[in-house]
């Protein structure tokens, strides 16, 4: 559940709680205190930001895509096929770099 934080003057920020795998099926799903903004996502081992972990910049390009989609990149699809993954999404920051490109996995 993501909560709205207001930062004033540097930016407004969604934050919470959500699960983050690393880029092959060989990571585990590690929970990660997330916020994003306006230029990104950013996320952390913990709620006070103190132990930055990544940030994924927001392009206007960058697509958002639930598992259950049949568009949904990459590993997508196994996750969606887990019981507990059926709300999961695949953060694809920039669908023109090629086959190689990262892909960001949150549920």
């Given at each position: 559940i993501?909560?709205?934080?207001?930062?004033?003057?540097?930016?407004?920020?969604?934050?919470?709680?959500?699960l983050k795998r690393g880029p092959t099926l060989a990571h585990r799903w590690l929970r990660r205190w997330c916020?994003?903004?306006k230029?990104?996502?950013?996320?952390?081992?913990?709620?006070?930001?103190?132990?930055?972990?990544?940030?994924?910049?927001?392009?206007?390009v960058t697509k958002v895509v639930p598992?259950?989609?049949?568009?949904?990149?990459?590993?997508?699809?196994?996750?969606f096929l887990e019981p507990s993954r059926g709300c999961g999404f695949a953060l694809d920051a920039d669908p023109y770099a090629g086959k190689d490109r990262r892909i960001f996995y949150f549920d």
């Open positions: 993501l909560r709205r934080r207001d930062l004033s003057v540097v930016q407004e920020c969604w934050q919470g709680w959500l916020c994003l903004s230029a990104g996502l950013t996320y952390y081992t913990d709620e006070d930001c103190s132990d930055r972990r990544g940030t994924i910049r927001i392009k206007s598992f259950r989609d049949r568009q949904a990149p990459k590993d997508s699809i196994k996750h």
